[in-house]
T-cell receptor, first 108, second 124 residues
Framework: EIVLTQSPGTLSLSPGERATLSCRASQSVSSRYLAWYQQKPGQAPRLLIYGASSRATGIPDRFSGSGSETDFTLTISRLEPEDFAVYYC?????????FGQGTKVEIK | EVQLVESGGGLVQPGGSLRLSCAASGFTFDDYAMHWVRQAPGKGLEWVSGISWNSGSMGFADSVKGRFTISRDNAKNSLHLQMDSLRAEDTALYYCAKDGVYGSGSQGYYFDYWGQGTLITVSS
């Protein structure tokens, strides 16, 4: 099973700042099969990025994904108030698919 | 508009059973694999089970293998999860999720739509 480790656990930033979230895999993720989700309190997760760098439908372009093999990054170029949430990465290149433990982006 | 609505959650004693359902609308249900993903209180996400578009393949997390069964009824646009021999560690919010790739298998890809979840509490 591929283990995903997200860092940092919590990111304290101000609106307008840039957020950089990391997701590291215990082994190479084939075909860049890596997705990112946003989850707000009391809500279901929302797909942001799939295929490591493709934005899902309706996702603003301030969200971008990059990386390959074992190192992936989600970048939020300028944080909006609605972006403060928990973010999860997911790999679907190995069986079973697995999620990281999450990074909380909180208001500083 | 894609909608996924889960039902069937509740309080059950250890060793008991529950059947979850998910009613889907707004997309061609039998074109996509469907999944169950759970989230224990205050914890992260865990894929539980998936079923291919035609029920030809099914997959389960090791933590539920042999205890949970997944099924779908394409005529009724519904997904089900039969949960037997429930344990305290199965306590979680269970989400129904649509696979993001047309014609995918039970292992699935990413999840582009999620329901709001149904809560299962296993406790005596």
């Amino acid at each position: 099973e591929i283990v995903l480790t997200q860092s940092p656990g919590t990111l304290s930033l101000s609106p307008g700042e840039r957020a950089t979230l990391s997701c590291r895999a215990s082994q190479s993720v084939s075909s860049r099969y890596l997705a990112w989700y946003q989850q707000k309190p009391g809500q279901a997760p929302r797909l942001l990025i799939y295929g490591a760098s493709s934005r899902a439908t309706g996702i603003p372009d301030r969200f971008s994904g990059s990386g390959s093999e074992t190192d992936f990054t989600l970048t939020i170029s300028r944080l909006e108030p609605e972006d403060f949430a928990v973010y999860y990465c997911q790999q679907y290149g190995g069986s079973p698919q697995t999620f990281g433990q999450g990074t909380k982006v909180e208001i500083k | 508009e894609v909608q996924l609505v889960e039902s069937g959650g509740g309080l059950v004693q250890p060793g008991g059973s529950l059947r979850l359902s998910c009613a889907a609308s707004g997309f061609t249900f039998d074109d996509y694999a469907m999944h169950w993903v759970r989230q224990a209180p205050g914890k992260g996400l865990e894929w539980v089970s998936g079923i291919s578009w035609n029920s030809g393949s099914m997959g389960f997390a090791d933590s539920v293998k042999g205890r949970f069964t997944i099924s779908r009824d394409n005529a009724k646009n519904s997904l089900h999860l039969q949960m037997d021999s429930l344990r305290a560690e199965d306590t979680a919010l269970y989400y129904c999720a649509k696979d993001g790739v047309y014609g995918s298998g039970s292992q699935g890809y990413y999840f582009d739509y999620w329901g709001q979840g149904t809560l299962i509490t296993v406790s005596s």
